[in-house]
């Protein structure tokens, strides 16, 4: 159950970048996350590891030749951190919040950790052709 009110999400500080949809742009969205997480003098290790995860999909999974993908940060006055990762390949959506890998699947389980580190992660399409998966972190950071 979600008891907060849009206003306890209202961002007070927000980072956007857009990082070219390769691997060094993932691994520069990580970096990123660090630096701005660390001037904002707030806790980086979760927020790191989702966007590792988040970054490394966008690259491999919503990849589209010649685009970017996009790093958002947004810190609410709640002390709630809000990561989103878009990208334009809005027709592969991962799999819902929750959802088991199946045994077979050669990938997935990476979502696992983001919602093994995140407070609640979800998937927002549009508009059209992006998409983009957000994590939502608590006061610890």
């Not at 904002?40 to 970054?55: D, G, N, S, T």
């Not at 919040?97 to 093994?116: I, K, M, N």
Request: glycine letters at 8%.
């Amino acid at each position: 159950m979600n008891t907060q009110t849009p206003q306890s999400l209202t961002p007070v500080r927000q980072f956007t970048a857009l990082m070219p949809s390769s691997p060094r742009g993932a691994h520069l969205a990580r970096r990123a996350v660090v630096r701005q997480l660390t001037a904002w003098e707030r806790p980086y290790e979760r927020a790191e590891h989702v966007v590792a995860e988040l970054a490394s999909n966008a690259v491999r999974h919503g990849h589209v030749p010649g685009r970017n993908f996009r790093l958002t940060l947004r810190l609410a006055a709640s002390g709630v951190l809000r990561v989103e990762v878009s990208d334009t390949c809005a027709e592969r959506l991962p799999r819902a919040p929750g959802a088991p890998a199946e045994p077979d699947d050669e990938s997935g389980r990476g979502l696992a950790l983001v919602a093994a580190f995140a407070d609640r992660w979800g998937t927002e399409v549009g508009p059209e052709p992006r998409k983009t998966v957000w994590a939502e972190l608590g006061c610890g950071g």
